[in-house]
């Protein structure tokens, strides 16, 4: 157990939809940062945030966005889904900003785009 | 951009051979970092390596930073099935102190 969690673990829905998937950081970590994983691929970097505000972006679509609230927990909003955007989603988080930092990595949502 | 290249893309191999992947980076990197993913699992933090020419182990894993700092290597000696995963090397670039995964490696181990 990381520490990381994620929620919901599966999600299906149809195309045009809208989701919102949640990340609750290890106690004490500031970055949370998320990754997308499709079948037989490797991580693809989306978007990570530090203490709140956002630090580096990266293949991240016009139809996601994200953010960290106070509490720093994040949420990662999919909207107008294309099935292509099926995938297994990761949210992981470190104790500081930058790469120096190992990152602890959560369960991940399995999002099903019909 | 920065790029971080790992080869090879899948690995077959029967227990108790050798394994190594080898992780290339465009440029100059401050560190690099070693993660695994089981089947069905999440990436999990192996080690991190700092130093040029860095070399660490752990059991029948060593992992090796190059000289140069551009590229990295992780070798299994005598593999287990135990050691089926995806390995994914990370790296920081210089510049922009970001981390970036390389496509990871797959290993399959038969028994």
């Known amino acids: 157990d990381s520490g990381v969690t994620q929620t919901p673990k599966h999600l299906i829905t149809a195309t045009g939809q809208r989701v919102t998937l949640r990340c609750s950081p290890r106690?004490?970590?500031?970055?949370v940062y998320w990754y997308q994983q499709s079948l037989d691929q490797g991580l693809q970097f989306l978007i990570q945030y530090y203490n709140g505000e956002e630090r580096a972006k990266g293949n991240i679509l016009e139809r996601f966005s994200a953010q960290q609230f106070p509490d720093l927990h994040s949420e990662l909003n999919l909207s107008s889904l294309e099935l292509g955007d099926s995938a297994l989603y990761f949210c992981a988080s470190s104790v500081g900003d930058g790469g120096l930092y190992e990152q602890y990595f959560g369960p991940g949502t399995r999002l099903t785009v019909t | 951009g920065q790029q971080v290249m790992q080869i090879p893309q899948y690995q077959h191999v029967q227990e108790g051979e050798d394994f190594t992947t080898y992780c290339n980076s465009s440029?100059?990197?401050?560190?690099i970092q070693w993660y695994k993913q089981r089947p069905g699992g999440h990436p999990v933090f192996l080690i991190q390596l700092v130093k040029s020419g860095e070399v660490k182990k752990q059991k029948r894993l060593t992992f090796q930073f190059g000289e140069a700092k551009k590229n990295s290597s992780l070798h299994i000696t005598a593999t287990q099935t135990t050691d089926v995963g995806t390995y994914f090397c990370?790296?920081?670039?210089?510049?922009?102190?970001?981390?970036?995964f390389g496509q990871g490696t797959t290993l399959q181990v038969k028994p």
């Open positions: 990370a790296g920081r670039a210089s510049n922009t102190g970001k981390l970036i």
């Open positions: 106690s004490g970590d500031l970055s």
């Open positions: 440029t100059t990197l401050s560190n």
